[in-house]
């Protein structure tokens, strides 16, 4: 089915939207999270069934499922059973363990206050599958607001840390003004990788040409700089994989509006698929950039 027939200032985004739709979905990371914490919590015996149904004939996902289950059971077994020689320890008491490092998978380490390097969090404003992104204040050796991006509690398995990497190694090769920036990176006190980005205060790009009331020239005028945006990354040899206009959010500067091209955790090396040619996948989830 075609776009809807439509004219007037609606027309551009409508095929804006159209176009955009035509991206493949499947296998997305906040998908395959969803399974994987589903999988988890069933017995061995009832997941060959359940992956078949959830997965939806998607090889490439299950594949990747299984593969984080595999961690999940050897991470597991690794913490459940003692070395040879060595006595089992029984919990500790709440007290004790309320003065350990406490939470659940998946659950947020950080809150408004606490510092990671160099910066203070303000506030949380954006969460995925595998990630937290917050608003955050560097300090030093300019003041800023940033937005920085950490992998979740429990969540820092090779694959996803992999995935994690790749998307800020996928950031730091760009550098165009509709693309947000990397600035740092580092590790957190509990050996989880985040870095930190530009800050974008802006809203989805439909949302934007609605509120604005844009003619479909001002419409199709932002459409091109984002063409120009992905036209970089391309250049840079990296595939977004996920354009949709959640992920591209207009701000605006001096009174200009100036869309900017967000969430590269789909995003991969051109040159994947050839055989012989392997990189990791640039993944991350949707949502946890800077918004």
């Given amino acids: 089915m075609g776009p809807p027939i439509v004219s007037g200032p609606r027309l551009a985004v409508y095929a804006f939207?159209?176009?955009l739709s035509l991206s493949p979905m499947n296998g997305s990371p906040d998908r395959e999270v969803e399974i994987f914490n589903a999988a988890r919590q069933l017995p061995p015996s009832e997941r060959v069934g359940y992956l078949e149904a959830a997965c939806d004939g998607?090889?490439?996902?299950?594949?990747?499922?299984?593969?984080?289950?595999?961690e999940?059971?050897?991470?597991?077994?690794?913490?459940?059973?003692?070395?040879?020689?060595?006595q089992r320890l029984e919990p500790p008491s709440a007290a004790g363990a309320s003065a350990a490092h406490t939470g659940t998978a998946g659950s947020p380490a950080e809150k408004a206050g606490d510092r990671i390097g160099r910066y203070r969090l303000l506030?949380?404003?954006?969460?995925?599958?595998?990630?937290?992104?917050?608003?955050?204040?560097?300090?030093?050796?300019v003041r800023r607001r940033v937005a920085l991006k950490v992998i979740?509690?429990?969540?820092?398995?090779?694959?996803?840390?992999?995935?994690?990497?790749?998307?800020?190694?996928?950031?730091?090769?760009?550098?165009?003004?509709n693309i947000a920036k990397v600035f740092d990176a580092g590790t957190t006190n509990t050996g989880r990788p985040y870095f930190v980005m530009e800050l974008v205060r802006g809203i989805k790009i439909t949302d934007f040409c609605d509120q604005h009331s844009l003619s479909t020239r001002q419409r199709l005028d932002l459409f091109v700089e984002v063409c120009r945006a992905i036209q970089h990354a391309h250049q840079k040899g990296v595939i977004h994989r996920d354009i949709k206009p959640s992920n591209i959010l207009v701000t605006v500067n001096d009174g200009v509006a100036v869309p900017k091209v967000i969430d590269f955790h789909e995003s991969r090396a051109n040159g994947d698929d050839q055989p012989g040619h392997r990189h990791p996948q640039r993944h991350l989830q949707s949502g946890c950039a800077a918004l």
């Fill in 72 to 86: 999940h059971d050897a991470g597991s077994d690794f913490l459940q059973t003692p070395a040879p020689g060595v």
């Fill in 17 to 19: 939207e159209y176009i």
């Fill in 123 to 141: 506030q949380q404003i954006g969460e995925g599958g595998c990630g937290i992104v917050y608003m955050a204040e560097q300090e030093e050796p």
């Fill in 58 to 70: 998607d090889p490439a996902l299950r594949r990747s499922v299984e593969e984080l289950l595999q």
């Fill in 152 to 177: 979740k509690l429990g969540m820092d398995t090779k694959q996803v840390i992999a995935r994690f990497e790749a998307e800020r190694q996928a950031l730091a090769l760009m550098d165009h003004p």
